[in-house]
Nanobody
Framework: QVQLVESGGGLVQPGESLQLSCTASGFTANDYSIYWFRQAPGKGREGVACISRNGFPVYANSVKGRFTISRETAGNTLYLQMNSLKPEDTSRYSCATDLKYFC??????????RGQGTQVTVSS
């Protein structure tokens, strides 16, 4: 069955970096679009980034220039490199897929599968 498992979250200070990993199983992740989204308590879900089957990335304006989504050429692991972290980046980060070839609008993507998430806290 399709599974997505995130790792790499933690507590960092403002300005620091963190890399999240998303390990997929039950399907070939490189064949589909994979999203990273975040959701903080009491707030709505926010699509952060997406990478399409052809490797083309899409980013939310709030993270553009600071976050980079990537994936292994061979393998089923994807990454979210987060640089220059800010307190407002504090959230639970999850990866997900809609099993489509190309990324949908981040705000309107309909995920078919998602992981449990990993907590990122940015605080001094």
């Amino acid at each position: 069955q399709v599974q997505l498992v995130e790792s790499g979250g933690g507590l960092v200070q403002p300005g620091e970096s963190l890399q999240l990993s998303c390990t997929a199983s039950g399907f070939t992740a490189n064949d589909y679009s994979i999203y990273w989204f975040r959701q903080a308590p009491g707030k709505g879900r926010e699509g952060v980034a997406c990478i399409s089957r052809n490797g083309f990335p899409v980013y939310a304006n709030s993270v553009k220039g600071r976050f980079t989504i990537s994936r292994e050429t061979a393998g089923n692991t994807l990454y979210l490199q987060m640089n220059s972290l800010k307190p407002e980046d504090t959230s639970r980060y999850s990866c997900a897929t809609d099993l489509k070839y190309f990324c949908s609008e981040l705000s309107g993507a309909e995920y078919l599968y998602r992981g449990q998430g990993t907590q990122v806290t940015v605080s001094s």
